[in-house]
């Protein structure tokens, strides 16, 4: 492997989408990863449109850049392996519950007893200091506990809803692949390993309060919670009369700019809603509502040159089939059709980090499950006939076809 993390292996035992996500992008930047899967696999292997059997599109986009191996961990000889493999990793990320993890033999205590290199890094629902610690913790549901569906409901005056996309998984597979890296780089100064957790959340809360704390920042509050900008039910791509253009106008100048553009240069200064920063963002429904009438009187395409040429920012609104095919993307090469070994042609997407010294480029598509089984087990020093017993009985999973 090639990249930034070329040299790092990777235990990966997270199933689903956040643990999978985050371990995706350590095997992207040249990490060497390990899925570790139960014989019958990670249940994303079976959802959606596929060509064969346990190959779905999501599982095809989380899995990238990874090897699998198939292991029975409730037989001594599959923890056994999975021990093995352990003592030789720099990272062992998962999503089960800690006490899960605890009574498989694999807490931290236990693995750092045999590696005290390694980083243990676990993604699940909660701090595991708080009453929540052992609750099942799922997209949705952290989404809801921390209050996306009602931000919603508030913004649109409609029934909440989630937004439509794992955003939660994604967002802390992120923080979870930010703080696996942070490790690693102190782990360089001190020679130790250490720890994780990363809790869903608390990681999505402080995403979400970030922005929505407001007048609660201060204590005692200064006003209610909820960014008014942000919630505002006015913020939406603008209807125009042929489509929808997405425009922001920020600054002063961009304000001058469009009130110049469409003839009411004036209103800038004596209309004391539009004068300043703080006066729009107060009155952000009024503004945003004058701008909504505005762009209702052009087309997309007139709109979109006069914007551009007032240097305002403006983009049209694409629907997921225009992102496809989106220019931009077919410039720069960011969608690329690959031919996989089970899966034929694929349409898969390049690493978007452009790194000028150590690209990261991926060598591996998602694999088929245990796939990569007999090639791990030979690199842990079982010879062929343990290997050929391991799969005889069911400790390890053959690989699919």
Sequence with gaps: MSGPLAGIKVVDFTTIVMGPFASQMLGDLGADVVKVESLDGDAMRHVGPKRNAGMGPNFLHLNRSKRSLALDLKQPRGLAVMHRLLAGADVFIYSLRPHTIARLGLSYAEVSAYNPSIIHAGCFGYSQRGPNADRPAYDDLIQGACGLPDLARRATGAEPRYPPLNLADRSVGLYAALAINAALVERATSGLGQQLQIPMFETLTQFVLG?????????????????????????????????????????????????????????FTDDPRFGDPDARTRHVDEVQGFVAAQMATRTTGEWLSALEGADIPVTRMNSLEDLLADPHHAATGFFQEVDHPSEGRLQMMRVPAEFGRTPAVPERLAPRLGEHGAAVLRELGYADPEIDALFADGVAGAPVA
């Design 211 to 267: 922005d929505h704390m407001w007048g609660h920042t201060h204590v005692p509050p200064t006003d209610g919670t909820g960014y008014v900008r942000l919630v505002s039910p006015e913020r939406r791509p603008f209807r125009t009369l042929d489509g929808y253009v997405c425009v922001l106008i920020y600054s002063d100048r961009q304000w001058r700019s469009f009130l110049t553009l469409i003839g009411e240069p004036a209103r």
